[in-house]
């Protein structure tokens, strides 16, 4: 069993930084993914970022993140981070922490999705606004 306790976001107006950090406590499958995903009003929960399990802690990123986000683990703290620079309204949401996730690449560009075993932290809400 895995356990995920997110902190960090709040609110930031366009163009500015937030760092989101999850703590990763019980049972981690090597050779998995881990990562980000974010909601908003009405739409399904959307894969924003992944990190494999692996010692090479390969990353994955949405298109519409790529080259703004960092998605980053730290193994001694157990704890996984998501920093966020050059925020844009659309990237406002709920993030949510995930636990055994599917994470590929392809020539249409990376994916990140949850599988039947995903398991989620509780949630975490950054607000992009002037």
């Known amino acids: 069993q895995v356990n995920l306790l997110e902190s960090g976001g709040g609110s930031v107006q366009p163009g500015g930084s937030l760092r989101v950090s999850c703590v990763v406590s019980?049972?981690?499958?090597?050779?998995?993914?881990n990562g980000w995903f974010r909601q908003t009003p009405g739409k399904e929960r959307e894969g924003v970022a992944g990190?494999?399990?692996?010692?090479?802690?390969?990353?994955f990123y949405d298109a519409s993140v790529k080259g703004r986000f960092t998605i980053s683990r730290d193994n001694l703290k157990n704890t996984m981070y998501l920093q966020m620079n050059d925020l844009k309204p659309e990237d406002a949401g709920i993030y949510y922490c995930?636990?055994?996730?599917?994470?590929?690449?392809?020539?249409?560009?990376?994916?990140?999705?949850?599988?039947?075993?995903?398991?989620w932290g509780q949630g975490i809400e950054v607000t992009v606004s002037s």
């Open positions: 019980g049972y981690i499958r090597n050779n998995y993914c």
């Open positions: 990190i494999s399990t692996a010692s090479h802690s390969r990353t």
């Open positions: 995930a636990a055994d996730i599917s994470c590929f690449a392809s020539d249409a560009g990376d994916g990140i999705g949850k599988l039947a075993s995903t398991t």
